[in-house]
């Protein structure tokens, strides 16, 4: 390697490192950004169609608004109310698991193993549970507030979004290569926040019919909690899953435990390695690992929406990447190559 191409790597990881530092300082801010230009991709789509409908624009963005505040607001109203319900309920819930943990512990003294249950009843922190809970249902206005603002950007951007394919042109027209990657680039991020909310609502309504036929308490917050986790790869469903079989392990008994966490796994299988892949193809084209490592670094950066966006992040990084003949070997790295 030469001392040019070592000033050039040391240049590109020096604002790299800039980048990455500014972007978790002001994260607040970038995360507002980055939900409004990527829910503004998913609604885009639906403002096309109804203009070709000819319904003018005007009226358009405000009956897509108007969808997006009502199910804004339902989605509030679900979380709030089942969140008080919950807390009230705690005191039955702790008594109910500290009654399982005892009939556990008896389980396995009766094997020879020497465990002592106060010490054991000690560690387990409801108190912590109690507030967490409590925390988020405070937290609800503060999210009512951000989530105006990402309304309010989606608005602009889909104002925009008729004039966006003529910007585009203006600033590529010289340069046909670039413009191909970035409509390769605009493309693959629609398709895929489109597939993948179309799969978590379908997550969404199989587990809160699943939960209704079990009578699992607060179907529709789970419902809701794996519509949301869905869209984080690897682990959202099986966190999403958590809630709902400790619940039914509380009220009920292990055998519905063991049908309902049968019944999880069906549905996550069904969407993730069925329809998923049957709707997306390998349009993503990236690396399992790449992904699992994606989550932790943008969560690290971004907070929890981070997940949310660690896949289209990272898909942006793979296509600059292999843009510039370069840097393309850094998205190799990121790829899933498979052998044929």
Partial sequence: MNKDQLRYYFFYLS???????????????????????FIASILAPFMSYLQKKKIPKSLALILILSLVFVFLLGVIYIVETSLQAFISNLPFYEERIRGMVVDGITWLQGFGLHLEPKAILKGLNFGALFNMTASTVGNIGLFVSKMLLVVIGVAFLLVESRNFG????????????????????????????????????????????????FDVPYPFLWGFLGFMLNFIPVVGSIIASVPALMLALIHYDI???????????LINNLISNILEPKFMGDGLGLSPAMIFFSLIFWGWVLGPVGMFLAVPLTMTLKIAFDSNPQTAWIGVLLSNLKKK
């Fill in 15 to 37: 604002a790299i490192v800039i980048i990455i530092g500014g972007l978790k300082m002001a994260s607040q801010a970038a995360v507002i950004i980055f939900l409004s230009i």
């Fill in 255 to 265: 055998s519905t435990f063991a049908w309902l966490a049968l019944i999880y796994v």
């Fill in 166 to 213: 003529t910007k585009v042109d203006i600033i590529f027209k010289d340069d046909d290569v670039s413009k191909k990657n970035f409509e390769m680039f605009a493309h693959t991020i629609q398709k895929y926040f489109t597939i993948k909310t179309f799969t978590s609502l379908l997550t969404g309504a199989l587990i809160i019919g699943t939960l209704l036929m």
